[in-house]
Every structure is written in C-alpha cells, then in structure tokens.
C-alpha cells in the first residue's frame, strides 16, 4: 500500500521545494532551474519571488544576469510568460511546443484564418530578425501582409510558435512595459533545439511541485495524456487523503507536517499558486474567489502557517509607500507581528526610495 500524506504533509513538501520553510543561499539560476521558472507576466514578479526564496537577494543579482543572457524571459508553460535559465529554455522549449500548438489550435477554433502557419512564421521569422520589434510593430506588419486575416490568430500564432525573447532594458525591472522581441537563437547566439525530453520536464515539476498527480502535472505543463510518461519514469508514489495517486522522486524527503512554516509574501501569479490541478495544499477553497481573479488574474498573497491567509498590494504617494494586507481570516498578534516585520522587509526592497514606509491592515 502506498503511503497516505496528509494536507500539512503536503503542503510543507511543496513549501519545501520551493524555498519557503527557509530561504535558501542559492546562486540565481541555480534557484530559477529549482523552481521550474518563475511565473513573469508582471515585470517585478521574479524579482519578489526570488526575494521571498532567497537570502540576501538583491535586484542587481537577477538584473545582471538577463543582461548576461544567463536568464531570459520568454513564452512557456501554459503559454504564459516564465523568467528562465537560457539552458533549461533550449532544454525544455521543444517539449512544450506541443502545448502551445494546442492552445493555439483551440483559441482559433471556427476562426476563419486565412493563412497556413508556415508562411506566417516565415514571414515573421524575417520580419525580426531584421531588427528586435515589439508586438504593435509585429501586428502592424502582420495586417499589411494579411489584411483579411484574423490579426488575433496572426499574432497568438506568432506568439505560439515562433522561440521569441523579451528583449530587457537596464532600468527598473528589466522589462517595460511594451517590450520588444527577438528571435531566441539570434538573442542566445545558437539554434534552438527541436529534441524532445518530456522525461526532464517530469523529473524538473517534481522536483519543484511535487508530490503531485498526472494531472498536476498535465495544469503545470499544459501538456495532456502524461499517464504512460509518468508511469515509465521511475517514481516513487504516495496517496492523497483522496485516494489520488502522487508521484515522486525516489528519496526526495517529506516534511514533518508541524514543520514550522514562516510568513511570506508572494508576488502576483506566483507558480506555488497556479502548478497544481487541485490546490487546496495551499489554497483553501473558500479564499479562491479573492486568489483567483477575474481577467485571468492572480492576486499577490500572503502565506501564514504555510497557507494563503490574505493578499497584498503596494500604494504610493510622493511621500509614502504602503504595504497594504488584506486578510481572509483572523490572525494573532504575533502573526500580525511578523507579517508586519517581513512587509518592511518587503517595501525596503520595492520601494527602496520612497521617502517613508509603512504597513497596514485593511480588516
């Protein structure tokens, strides 16, 4: 019989993985390739993430490497933006095409297109590798090339199929707002790699999220049907409360479930929240509705006892930065107390210049 792990059980497994019982003194792309990629559609996401994870990390720690070219910004899991290692990047970027195809071929269903994708890709490949462009550019170019065509299909073909990088600034948090694109073998000086390896992108989300289910696998990945995958890769498997299978890494530990958990903030769209099918080991489901946001949004969380206990956000006047905690559910003083100790942490570190800093409760 397979061991049952309990909700604690798994969520301080998780919280483990991913460098939230304590934070880890972890070079950056070491800690990035830990996590299986940080979630980036904000710009300053990684940076709070790996602030969160990390020992005395400082901006300049991640800004100098995606200037470096060590660490880029690109389309990945789920279609969704992911701060990357270069190397697990060609790693990993072939395996996930068959992801991105589907996306693409699901969001264009019934659409009239118009185009075959392969004139599409060679007409953008060309198009950018003349010069890094942004995406207004690209769809400028793309409706004079096709003008019948539907420029939503054009453009998420684009971004679906062709390896593109953000291409960084050196201000701020390394990304603008409108940013530009390049090709990513112009940007990383090499092709990238149409081998497969499903097996590492397995071992890479256990080794991140795990213990987890084909399933969980599946949401993180976007891939489908990893049943067969799974079952030949030489796991070790455990039972939920459920009695849902969960598959592991042989010898990897699980903590004790009264393993002490400290608080933490999370940025918005943090991968702890979004890599599992059924994600109750961090979030119960009656705070999902205030995690969860119209828009596809993800809220900036809170974590008290290894759980998400109440959301966060930042606001600015010229003379005052405030750290602003929303609640779910009542906290005790002393957990007000740390929270209150690690949000100063938390506004030194975004708001560095800010003239005054404070933090408050919204309940």
């Keep these: 019989m397979s061991r049952v792990l309990t909700l604690r059980e798994l969520n301080r497994a998780t919280l483990a993985r991913q460098l939230l019982l304590e934070r880890a003194s972890l070079p950056v792309p070491a800690a990035i390739e830990r996590l299986a990629g940080l979630q980036a559609q904000q710009a300053s996401a990684p940076y709070i993430g790996l602030w969160a994870r990390l020992r005395d990390f400082r901006r300049d720690d991640l800004a100098q490497l995606i200037a470096d070219r060590v660490i880029i910004k690109a389309t990945s899991m789920r279609g969704t933006l992911h701060l990357m290692t270069a190397e697990d990047y060609l790693l990993l970027r072939a395996t996930i095409q068959s992801a991105l195809t589907s996306g693409f071929e699901a969001v264009t269903k019934g659409r009239a297109m118009g185009f075959t994708i392969n004139d599409l890709l060679a007409v953008a490949r060309d198009y ?104 030949e890769a030489g796991l070790c498997t455990y039972r939920d409360e459920q009695g849902r299978a969960l598959f592991d890494l042989p010898d990897l530990p699980i903590p004790a479930p009264d393993t002490p958990a400290p608080v933490r903030f999370l940025p918005e769209y943090d991968n702890l929240l979004l890599s599992h099918a059924k994600r109750t080991r961090v979030v119960a489901d009656v705070h999902r509705p205030k995690v969860f946001l119209p828009g596809l949004r993800v809220a900036a969380t809170i974590l008290v006892d290894g759980f998400v206990r109440g959301a966060w956000k930042i606001e600015k006047t010229k003379s005052m930065a405030t750290l602003v905690i929303e609640p779910f559910e009542p906290l005790t003083p002393q957990q007000r107390e740390e929270l209150t100790t690690e949000g100063e942490r938390l506004l030194q570190f975004v708001e560095p210049d800010a003239r005054a800093h404070e933090v408050r409760f919204a309940d």
């Excluded at 400028?140 to 953000?166: F, I, N």
């Design 128 to 231: 950018i590798a003349a010069q890094p462009r942004t995406f207004a550019e690209i769809s400028t170019m793309l409706s004079e090339w096709m003008p019948a065509a539907d420029l939503g299909a054009l453009r998420y073909g684009v971004r679906t199929h062709l390896p593109l990088v953000q291409v960084p600034v050196s201000s701020g948090w390394s990304y603008p707002g409108n940013p530009q694109w390049t090709l990513a073998e112009t940007w990383l000086d090499q092709p990238v790699p149409t081998e497969q390896h499903l097996g590492s992108l397995i071992v890479r989300y256990l080794a991140a999220f795990g213990p987890a289910s084909v399933t969980d696998i599946q949401t993180w990945s976007g891939l489908p049907k990893l049943k067969d995958a799974v079952a």
